[in-house]
């Protein structure tokens, strides 16, 4: 198990950028997939980004596609999420969690992730 902390969220205008931080109790970087999810209110969570081993895939949803990337600092065990040209539709509570199963290429499945952290509100205003 991992202990995971989100941070770097807030309020920003429509159009704006955020950087999400995601740090790692340990290193786990190299052998498991760390995925990004968001719940809006009234919603349920669903996937944002993901990052396979190493960083050799990397893969978003539609919605945020060409938007945000993600990237990973292993010496300071922490992966980020890139948010820019955001809108009102980004608003939502973000959070990172590790894939339960080690070196796979990574999964958009909620189920497949645990290890949660607490989540980082992030609010976009018109």
């Known amino acids: 198990q991992v202990q995971l902390a989100e941070s770097g969220g807030g309020l920003?205008?429509?159009?704006?950028s955020l950087r999400l931080s995601?740090?790692?109790?340990?290193?786990?970087?190299?052998?498991y997939s760390m995925g990004w999810f968001r719940q809006a209110p009234g919603k349920?969570?669903?996937?944002?980004?993901g990052i396979s081993p190493s960083g050799g895939r990397i893969y978003f949803a539609d919605s945020v596609k060409g938007?945000?990337?993600?990237?990973e600092d292993n010496a300071e065990n922490?992966?980020?999420?890139?948010?820019?040209?955001?809108?009102?539709?980004?608003?939502a509570v973000y959070y990172c969690a590790r894939e339960r199963i080690?070196?796979?290429l990574g999964?958009?499945?909620i189920t497949e992730y645990e290890d949660?952290?607490?989540?980082?509100?992030?609010?976009?205003?018109?």
């Open 67 to 71: 938007r945000f990337s993600i990237f």
């Open 116 to 126: 949660w952290g607490q989540g980082t509100e992030v609010t976009v205003s018109s």
């Open 107 to 109: 999964t958009v499945s």
């Open 12 to 16: 920003v205008q429509a159009g704006g």
């Open 102 to 104: 080690p070196y796979r």
């Open 44 to 49: 349920e969570r669903e996937f944002v980004a």
């Open 22 to 31: 995601c740090a790692a109790s340990a290193r786990t970087f190299s052998s």
């Open 78 to 91: 922490t992966v980020y999420l890139q948010m820019d040209s955001m809108i009102l539709e980004d608003t």
